[in-house]
């Protein structure tokens, strides 16, 4: 039953993790390091997922998986995204994740849509084979579980419409133990296409106990409200909604407090000069964290989000493409026009990759003729980082 306007969710409990609003930062590979998560806290209340590791990387010490796993000093509550398709590895890295990063919160990523992992039955076509995906979920389970640590999991409706997974893996998530099952509303073969299925989320939220997080397509908080009252689930995971946005987790904050104003957080837009004081923390925080060349490397990734609507000539947007020092950054900026007011048009509107629909997902032979796989062993590289 979808819940009143009145009934919106105070907070998040997820296990022994008390989250205090009832909002969650989509782990996004490439996009959800340490400052951005951060950057993103600052602005309200919420957990803050870290950008997917790798099962195999994190037992076999793989470089590149341990300086992903990178904590501000500030961030309490350490919550981090596992990827893995072997039982085994996946309760190893929940160990060494709860044993030594004192993490808070472990997910599990059963949503990457990328053809190289599905061609090996990883991230959404790994739900298929309901066995595996609940060998996997009971190791993590148990291995977290002497640290008191919840384990989510998250996932997409399915493989393709006629290959629905997301109710099974619902009840099965609840039936290993785990804290909380976030859908994103789409399947494998949409990728980021079309509009996201919110009835899917409600049709879970039906189907098991445990909390459902609703995810996909929330472009502004009263979005997040909407699919909160539409389908009862127990909080929301935003993703793209916040590139060049991490403001939004401070509407999302007042929105869930009940405090959303008439005008839907059109008085507290940001000014041009606004975002650019965003845009110097968010490189600032990246520097800190990966020095200053990379720092402004990573950083060039999320201009464009950042300027969407403004008026920025190309040549400034080009230039601030190709930012190498801080220095650099605050003299570009200073060309912009800090009285310029939020582009309105923005409003609502899709930002981040949307691609095309798959004619056919890339699946390992013969993968749709067994639903179980119980004690398959799966091939899985460690530096998987391709994402959900
Ligand atoms: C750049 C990018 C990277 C992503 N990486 C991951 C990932 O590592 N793990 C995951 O579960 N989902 C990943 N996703 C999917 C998001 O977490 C989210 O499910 C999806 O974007 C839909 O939500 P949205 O409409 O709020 O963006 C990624 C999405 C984007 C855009």
């Given at each position: 039953?979808?819940?009143?306007?009145?009934?919106?969710?105070?907070?998040?409990?997820?296990?022994?993790?008390?989250?205090?609003?009832?909002?969650?930062l989509?782990?996004?590979?490439?996009?959800?390091?340490?400052?951005?998560?951060?950057?993103?806290?600052?602005?309200?209340?919420?957990l803050?997922?870290?950008?997917?590791i790798?099962?195999?990387?994190l037992?076999?010490?793989?470089?590149?998986?341990?300086?992903?796993?990178?904590?501000?000093?500030?961030?309490?509550?350490?919550?981090?995204?596992?990827?893995?398709?072997?039982?085994?590895?996946?309760?190893?890295?929940?160990e060494?994740?709860?044993?030594?990063?004192?993490?808070?919160?472990?997910?599990?990523?059963?949503?990457?849509?990328?053809?190289?992992?599905?061609?090996?039955?990883?991230?959404?076509?790994?739900?298929?084979?309901?066995?595996?995906l609940?060998?996997?979920?009971?190791?993590?389970?148990?291995?977290?579980?002497?640290?008191?640590?919840?384990?989510?999991?998250?996932?997409?409706?399915?493989?393709d419409?006629d290959?629905?997974?997301?109710?099974?893996?619902?009840?099965?998530?609840?039936?290993?133990?785990?804290?909380?099952?976030?859908?994103?509303?789409?399947?494998?073969?949409?990728?980021?296409?079309?509009?996201?299925?919110?009835d899917?989320?409600?049709?879970?939220?039906?189907?098991?106990?445990?909390?459902?997080?609703?995810?996909?397509?929330?472009?502004?908080?009263?979005?997040?409200?909407?699919?909160v009252?539409q389908?009862?689930?127990?909080g929301?995971?935003v993703?793209?909604?916040?590139?060049?946005?991490?403001w939004?987790?401070?509407d999302?904050?007042?929105?869930?407090?009940?405090?959303?104003?008439?005008?839907?957080?059109?008085?507290?837009?940001?000014?041009?000069?606004e975002?650019?004081?965003m845009?110097?923390r968010?490189?600032?925080?990246?520097?800190?964290?990966?020095?200053?060349?990379?720092?402004?490397?990573?950083?060039?990734?999320?201009?464009s989000?950042?300027l969407?609507?403004?008026?920025?000539?190309?040549?400034?947007?080009?230039?601030?493409?190709l930012v190498?020092?801080?220095?650099?950054?605050?003299?570009?900026?200073a060309?912009?026009?800090?009285?310029?007011?939020?582009?309105?048009a923005?409003?609502?509107?899709?930002?981040?990759?949307?691609?095309?629909?798959?004619g056919?997902v890339?699946?390992?032979?013969?993968?749709?003729?067994?639903?179980?796989?119980?004690?398959?062993?799966?091939?899985?590289e460690a530096?998987e980082t391709?994402?959900?």
């Amino acid at each position: 039953m979808p819940t009143s306007p009145t009934a919106l969710p105070a907070g998040l409990t997820l296990g022994s993790l008390r989250v205090d609003t009832p909002v969650v930062l989509a782990p996004m590979a490439g996009i959800t390091n340490a400052a951005y998560r951060r950057l993103c806290a600052e602005q309200g209340a919420g957990l803050y997922v870290c950008e997917m590791i790798t099962s195999r990387g994190l037992v076999e010490g793989d470089q590149h998986t341990r300086d992903m796993l990178v904590f501000d000093e500030l961030e309490t509550t350490r919550s981090v995204q596992l990827y893995g398709t072997d039982p085994v590895y996946v309760g190893k890295a929940a160990e060494i994740l709860c044993a030594e990063y004192g993490v808070a919160h472990i997910d599990l990523n059963f949503g990457c849509p990328v053809p190289k992992v599905t061609r090996k039955g990883g991230g959404g076509a790994l739900p298929w084979k309901r066995g595996l995906l609940g060998e996997i979920l009971e190791h993590a389970v148990a291995a977290a579980a002497p640290y008191d640590v919840p384990v989510t999991m998250k996932t997409r409706k399915g493989i393709d419409d006629d290959h629905l997974t997301y109710l099974d893996a619902g009840r099965i998530a609840q039936e290993s133990g785990v804290a909380a099952i976030a859908l994103h509303g789409r399947t494998v073969a949409q990728a980021y296409s079309g509009a996201a299925d919110w009835d899917a989320i409600a049709a879970l939220v039906d189907h098991v106990d445990i909390p459902v997080l609703g995810n996909g397509d929330i472009w502004e908080a009263s979005d997040a409200v909407r699919m909160v009252e539409q389908t009862g689930a127990a909080g929301v995971v935003v993703g793209r909604g916040c590139l060049g946005r991490p403001w939004i987790f401070r509407d999302l904050a007042t929105a869930f407090r009940g405090e959303a104003p008439v005008d839907g957080f059109r008085a507290t837009l940001p000014t041009l000069g606004e975002v650019t004081s965003m845009m110097r923390r968010h490189a600032e925080l990246l520097c800190q964290h990966l020095g200053e060349e990379r720092g402004c490397k990573e950083f060039r990734k999320h201009v464009s989000w950042y300027l969407k609507g403004f008026a920025a000539g190309g040549e400034l947007r080009r230039s601030l493409g190709l930012v190498d020092t801080l220095a650099t950054l605050d003299r570009l900026l200073a060309d912009l026009d800090p009285t310029e007011p939020f582009p309105i048009a923005e409003l609502g509107s899709p930002r981040g990759r949307q691609g095309s629909p798959r004619g056919r997902v890339a699946l390992p032979e013969g993968w749709l003729d067994d639903t179980d796989g119980s004690g398959s062993h799966l091939q899985e590289e460690a530096g998987e980082t391709t994402g959900g």
